[in-house]
């Protein structure tokens, strides 16, 4: 299995969110994680930060946050220049999905946990 280096944006400290578990599971598979998120916090040995750090190398972008909250990003994301930008429930947002088509990065819609779960990740 090769290493994906994930930043995981909207990440939360909260175990019931969706975001959370995907920080687990990724850690857990083997992956280096990078989280953003409102609130600071550790999940599974990541520390969340609560402003966007510098990207370098970054294979995959997921998405865990609404469309509106995403726009603070998207020149963040760009200027990362990721392999895939995963769109998951609720963070679907074809604003953003030209964007990047735009910039050559491709988007997927996607659950980040049902892809590490069945291995396509």
Known sequence: MKNKKTLVLGASIKAERMANKAIINLVSKGHSVLAIGQNAGEVAGIKIQTKAVPLKNVDTVTLYLNPSRQRDYYNYIVEASP????????????????????????????CTLTLLATNQY
């Open 83 to 110: 392999k895939r930008v995963i769109f998951n429930p609720g963070s679907e947002n074809p604003e953003l999905m030209q964007l990047l088509e735009l910039n050559n990065i491709k988007s997927e819609v996607a």
